[in-house]
């Protein structure tokens, strides 16, 4: 991946706090709105009102959970450009711009419901052509014209749900399935099945001109060729990753269910961004900020720009939510108090960021990550006895 200098650590820009239940869906406007989705049926716009205040207005056109959203940008056929979801009442809502007026949102104006999948739909993408391209459960991906608001193609041909679709830049089109594959369609046909993932492959982003990165439930980020060549395979996570993004900077931002989002560059996890659940969404901001969803509810904003970055008061909001979750000890293997370290373990630096120690304290066990941005343990939680939520899956979240 590109040999780019950064700068500063990433630090909270803010928490967008509205949603009832899970964001499982987030997205970056050009004109610096943000688009989250949720379980509870809706769907909000965030209209920036300060480098760390948003205004919300909701969007309401969904019967069920809403799993994803996309930004089209302004086309022929609709010119102030879109934004779309889609859920598992198994319609993609259609809700048309009118920019900067963002009234039209909080009237919940529906331009179209495109209805043609069978089973819930899990992922979204669009192109300058106004072309829009969905992913579904039931194994296809679809590609609709809304000069016309109608189907123009159906692809088939994974064997399991097709959780992503994205749009190359030679207008070519990759989809990634529960299979463990990803295929390259050109003019409605297969014409090359990518190879490598050992689970489910969730997410898909551009990868500007090498080809496209792909994030699954085998916790890998791969870096991929059109031609077919897998240029790069990391190994970030021992849990499931559910979303990927790429950085104007050509860093890639990762998510997923051991409640972090990792900065990958060159191959490195260069940050870690600590979360109070899971992290089902990611992406990225034309100035390079990331934008989350968790499953805590809250979308949350992250920036190296200093003159975006939250106040005091906010981060430690922020940080309080991060020390008071709990993890289950299931999720760990089990913790015996009477071995582990005590607090001058806190003392010796971790050995790579996100690197996780368990330290005894006050007759608990704690977790600390590593921050190597700020050379500092941030507090996890603590350990509790008995299943909890938002796990690994049976799979060891610390080590």
Aim: glycine letters at 12%; a negative charge; hydrophobic letters at 40%.
């Amino acid at each position: 991946m590109a040999d780019t200098a950064m700068g500063e650590v990433f630090k909270l820009r803010c928490e967008l706090a509205g949603h009832e239940q899970d964001v499982r869906g987030v997205a970056s406007c050009e004109d610096g709105r943000l688009v989250s989705c949720s379980r509870d049926t809706t769907v909000r716009t965030w209209t920036p009102t300060g480098s760390t205040t948003f205004e919300s207005a909701v969007l309401m056109g969904h019967e069920h959970f809403v799993s994803c959203v996309a930004v089209m940008p302004p086309s022929p056929s609709l010119p102030s450009g879109a934004i779309l979801s889609g859920g598992n009442d198994r319609t993609i809502s259609g809700q048309c711009v009118v920019a900067p007026v963002v009234n039209v949102w909080v009237e919940g104006n529906l331009a179209a419901s495109l209805k043609g999948h069978t089973l819930t739909v899990c992922g979204l993408s669009s192109d300058k052509a106004g072309r829009v391209y969905s992913a579904s459960w039931d194994k296809t991906a679809m590609v609709w014209d809304l000069s016309s608001m109608s189907s123009v193609g159906k692809l088939e041909g994974h064997e399991q749900a097709v959780w992503s679709v994205l749009p190359l830049e030679d207008g070519g089109l990759v989809t990634a399935s529960a299979d463990k594959t990803c295929k390259l369609w050109r003019d409605g046909k297969c014409v090359h099945t990518y190879v490598g993932h050992t689970d489910c492959v969730r997410s898909l982003a551009l990868f500007p001109g090498v080809g496209f990165v792909s994030c699954g439930n085998d916790g890998s980020v791969r870096l991929w060729a059109v031609s077919g060549e897998c240029l790069l395979a990391k190994q970030i996570s021992d849990n499931f990753l559910y979303c990927v993004a790429v950085l104007p900077t050509m860093e890639v931002a990762a998510s997923g269910e051991d409640k972090t989002c990792k900065i990958v560059r060159d191959g490195d996890v260069v940050a870690t961004l600590q979360h109070p659940g899971s992290v089902w969404s990611v992406a990225c901001t034309p100035e390079g900020d990331i934008v989350t969803g968790c499953a805590d509810g809250v979308t949350r904003v992250f920036t190296r720009d200093a003159g975006r970055a939250a106040d005091a008061e906010a981060v430690q909001v922020y940080e309080a939510r991060l020390a008071s979750q709990t993890t289950s000890s299931q999720q760990i293997g089990g913790v015996d108090l009477a071995t582990l370290p005590g607090e001058e373990a806190l003392l010796e630096a971790g050995k790579k960021d996100g690197a996780t120690i368990i330290i005894k304290k006050g007759g608990k066990a704690h977790v600390y990550s590593w921050n190597a941005g700020e050379h500092k343990w941030d507090a996890l939680g603590t350990v509790a006895d008995g299943p909890g939520e938002g796990g690994g899956g049976g799979k060891t979240l610390f080590n």
